[in-house]
């Protein structure tokens, strides 16, 4: 099992940014440096959507809606994986998660709330 820890969120206006982190606080560094790690995204109403993903090696990918404005980083030293969100928009207000890629189910954490509004 790996448990993740996500922080960073909270209210800011349009344009405004905010840097997400999450990090793995038991894993040990060789099981942290191994994995696929994501971030997610679940707004009211709507099934939670992957935002961004960055693989134990190789290139980040994103979402068509996010390309351009987040930035997704790993600092294996701290076993942390970053969500760096510039240009937010009010459709980006959510709660965000971050999980493996592929999902482990028991890997969720209590997500970290963003709210984008004037």
């Known amino acids: 099992q790996v448990q993740l820890v996500e922080s960073g969120g909270g209210l800011v206006q349009p344009g405004g940014s905010l840097r997400l982190s999450c990090k793995a606080p038991?894993?040990?560094?060789?099981?942290?440096?191994?994995?696929?790690i994501a971030w997610y995204r679940q707004a009211p109403g709507k099934e939670r959507e992957l935002v961004a993903a960055?693989?134990?090696?190789?290139?980040?990918n994103y979402a068509d809606s996010v390309k351009g404005r987040f930035t997704i980083s790993r600092d294996n030293s701290r076993k942390t994986v970053y969500l760096q969100m510039n240009s937010l928009k009010p459709e980006d207000t959510a709660v965000y998660y971050c999980?493996?890629?592929?999902?482990?189910?028991?890997?969720w954490g209590q997500g970290t709330q963003v709210t984008v509004s004037s």
């Open positions: 038991r894993s040990i560094l060789s099981t942290f440096i191994g994995l696929n």
């Open positions: 960055v693989p134990s090696g190789g290139n980040a």
């Open positions: 999980n493996t890629v592929p999902i482990r189910t028991n890997s």
